[in-house]
């Protein structure tokens, strides 16, 4: 018998389409339900995945009821003289429901897995939600979507059981490589069965190779020279010499688990600093002034443009707001270049030329020249978070929102990157505010501080006025303040520290009860002047050593116990500790009127 070749060729044009077909509502399908939460989710899901798990037959029995004379599709087409049944486009319309499942899923999977913060950022550099599919989303799902359209492919190439109930098994039209293998094993034909089975093998296989092949040359983002950067279609932000500087007002309430946000404060030109413990609600107020969250209610003013307000239903989006956001994790696209990152946020319509000129002049600023082809992978942490410093200042946003810069970096680095971060921000003409919960990183960095705790601003001042006096035991202890102890006021410049065991002189006279009193480790003087006020003999209980200071826990006026037995914690670098060590005790503690600090 002579050999026909034709149920190569149908089953390579019939996986084709179907390929073609499950790609794109693959794609759209996964966009869709990645962002879908409605009530039908699970339900809509377990329709897409069906074909992978009910048997072929029934699959094809569906369809056969659904394109079928009596089917509600079937007797559509008929009407218009289109019959289905039995031909090649039931062979398609088959290979594409089996193999729609595998691209979806495929597709959903590779849409999960982009870091939700490379959205945000895009955002806020603002890109629209067809620009950051284009050239975010689409681009790094890329490897799993084509791995999905080579599984759909074989999927497709191999499909017998509902190809066969829906186009049938005719000889030259819907005669598939699948149901020339069967056939040729029914009537006894193996050699025609064996040249079947090692041609699919075959296109199977070199698909999933040349897949193989192209993800480990490229899983890395380095495709191509992408030196020139891309516009996008961004609206042009107003030009700072058009505002009004009338600042940043934030007065918001969001429910989070476990408490509530309730914060409110105005803020100018000077750096504000977001001060707290981890989990106090300081990054979620950044993400609600940048639009990545909605307060539950409140308003949100900038520059004298409403962003928020619950009451008159404004919540501007992300991209329109003309805020810059450096993410802890930087969130730099990790398939596009330096010079392209920085580009990213720059007004549409921006020539060539401009584009060039003002990446050059950040990559200046930050001290990056050179590295501009480079891409993410390459660079080290510092140099990262330097290019997410330049590229949320390229677009010249009216506020400059830093969650943790820092958080990512060892000791060195943060010293060397923090003096950057200083000398940038004092250039820039707009509302900085920058959250930590590292102290000292707030002091030298900040003007003013927005001091945290579980959702509410137990302080907001000066960074002077909120270390020198601190109005709570809480704001104290987020400053740094290790030592404290209740109080009863004995006269107006005179309390008794109930867990010290001494009395005290204040500077200050005493206008209202306060409930504690406190002084800070590094403050606490060793004197050898047993006569002055508030000096008291002392012991060391025990001892604590940091490379360049030692902490001495002391305990007042009768020599300790234990190791844990003592009342205070003082500082002192290792030089005087050297002097100290050897003298005898007991020693002298002095508890400076001055920097004694009295609390509620």
């Known amino acids: 018998m002579q050999f026909d070749p034709s149920p190569l060729w149908i089953s390579l044009k019939t996986a084709l389409f179907a390929t073609v077909f499950s790609f794109f509502l693959g794609i759209a399908a996964a966009y869709w339900m990645l962002g879908y939460r409605g009530k039908w989710k699970s339900l809509i899901e377990g329709i897409f995945v069906s074909p992978l798990i009910l048997p072929p037959t029934v699959v094809g029995f569906l369809l056969l009821l659904l394109f079928g004379k009596n089917g509600v599709l079937g007797q559509l087409l008929l009407s218009l003289n289109i019959s289905i049944v039995f031909t090649w ?111 699919i093998m075959g296109i199977s296989l070199s698909g999933i190779i040349a897949v193989n092949y192209w993800g480990m040359g490229n899983r890395e983002w380095g495709i191509g020279n992408r030196e020139k950067p891309a516009l996008n279609n961004f609206n042009n932000p107003p030009s700072h010499s058009a505002l009004a500087n009338s600042g940043l007002f934030v007065d918001i309430q969001k429910q989070l688990p476990g408490f509530l946000l309730d914060v409110s404060f105005s803020t100018n030109e000077q750096v504000l600093g977001v001060l707290g413990a981890s989990g106090a609600g300081k990054s979620m107020i950044l ?52 010079a392209q990152n920085i580009a990213f946020g720059l007004p549409r319509g921006t020539s060539a030329l401009t584009i060039k000129q003002q990446v050059e002049a950040q990559l ?58 200083i000398t940038s921000v004092e250039t820039y003409q707009g509302v900085t505010l920058f959250v930590t919960h590292n102290l000292e990183e707030a002091y030298r960095v900040c003007q003013d501080l927005l001091v945290m705790e579980r959702g509410k601003a137990i302080a907001y001042s000066s960074k002077q006025n909120i270390f ?74 025990r001892t604590s050593e940091t490379p360049h200071r030692m902490t001495l826990y002391l305990k007042l006026n009768v020599s300790p116990t234990s190791p844990q037995d003592y009342h205070l914690q003082a500082e002192v670098f290792k030089e005087k500790w050297a002097i100290l060590k050897d003298q005898s005790f007991p020693w002298y503690i002095r508890l400076d009127p001055l920097r004694l600090m009295l609390m509620e």
């Open 364 to 421: 200046v600023a930050m001290q990056l020249q050179g590295y501009k082809s480079r891409y993410p992978r390459e660079l080290s942490g510092g140099q990262q978070q330097r290019v997410a410093l330049a590229r949320a200042l390229a677009s010249q946003p009216e506020a400059l929102l830093l969650d943790e810069p820092f958080s990512a970096l060892d000791t060195h680095l943060r010293s060397q990157l923090e003096q950057q971060l």
């Open 89 to 199: 486009y039931a062979a398609v319309i088959t290979a594409t429901v089996v193999a729609f499942p595998l691209m979806y899923k495929t597709a959903l999977g590779a849409f999960e897995q982009i870091d939700a913060n490379l959205l945000r950022v895009a955002r806020t550099l603002g890109a629209s939600e067809v620009t950051i599919f284009w050239r975010i989303t689409l681009p790094l799902a890329m490897p799993g979507i084509l791995a999905g359209t080579t599984l759909a492919f074989a999927r497709a190439l191999g499909e017998f059981g509902a190809t066969l109930m829906l186009a049938g098994n005719i000889p030259g039209q819907t005669q598939t490589i699948p149901m020339a293998i069967y056939f040729a094993v029914e009537a006894g034909a193996m050699n025609e069965a064996w040249i079947w089975v090692l041609v």
């Open 468 to 541: 020198e006096r601190p109005n709570t035991v809480s704001v104290a202890q987020l400053t740094g303040c290790k030592n404290f102890s209740r109080v009863v006021v004995k006269a107006s410049q005179q309390v008794e520290a109930i867990d010290w065991g001494c009395t005290l002189r204040v500077i200050e006279p005493v206008s209202e009860l306060p409930s504690h009193v406190g002084i800070r480790a590094h403050q606490l003087t060793f004197t050898n002047k047993p006569s002055q006020e508030n000096t008291f003999p002392c012991w060391v209980a």
């Open 287 to 338: 993400r609600c002034i940048a639009g990545i969250e909605t307060p539950t209610k409140g308003r949100i003013v900038l520059n004298g443009r409403v962003l928020f307000d619950s009451e008159k239903g404004i919540n501007i989006p992300s991209s329109d707001r003309h805020i810059g956001f450096l993410f802890q994790n930087y969130a730099l696209f990790p398939h596009l270049s330096v």
